[in-house]
């Protein structure tokens, strides 16, 4: 079978499994499913359906990613030390601790200096990791005044942290 006609047979179907496991539409993960597929091709066992085995694998794509990013959804302001270690550097080494600490202490200001309208989707959509629909469900807002404040709120954290991009 051809992967595109793969792709275009079940991809509603992989995405209506993501979105029922994920409560959220995660194009992403979409295609970590269909990369799945494709590298393991030559494990499928013609002892089920098809869709049966990349069913299976968008779940279990799905509960990872569920898995990596319950830790993102905790309840947090910028003000806390939570936020600093999801701001923070992935570099451990012990020089770069009082640099990475400063550099998280300027970001979670940056922020808490924004407008409060701006601040709130930053929270959410960045630290917390909501999508746009479930920020706008939240905010009680459009999925574009989401998406405008978003990106108002990216150009003047870019200004005010110029000098560590």
């Not at 194009?27 to 393991?40: A, G, R, S, T």
């Not at 080494?93 to 600490?101: A, Y």
């Not at 200001?109 to 960045?126: D, G, M, N």
């Not at 405008?148 to 942290?161: F, M």
């Amino acid at each position: 079978m051809d992967f595109r006609e793969l792709i275009k047979s079940n991809q509603n179907n992989v995405k209506n499994i993501i979105r029922l496991i994920t409560k959220e539409t995660n194009e992403d993960l979409e295609q970590e499913v269909y990369i799945k597929v494709w590298k393991n091709r030559d494990k499928y066992k013609e002892q089920g359906a098809f869709k049966t085995w990349i069913n299976t694998i968008a779940k279990n794509v799905s509960k990872d990613y569920l898995k990596s990013s319950y830790k993102r959804h905790s309840d947090i302001t910028t003000s806390d030390d939570d936020t600093l270690k999801i701001v923070k550097d992935r570099k451990e080494t012990p020089e770069l601790k009082l640099i990475s600490n400063d550099r998280q202490k300027r970001i979670s200001t940056a922020i808490e200096s924004l407008r409060p309208k701006f601040k709130e989707v930053i929270l959410l959509c960045e630290i917390r990791g909501y999508s746009y629909e479930e920020c706008a469900k939240k905010l009680k807002c459009p999925t574009g005044t989401v998406k405008s404040r978003l990106y108002n709120a990216k150009k003047e954290l870019a200004v005010l942290l110029e000098d560590l991009l």
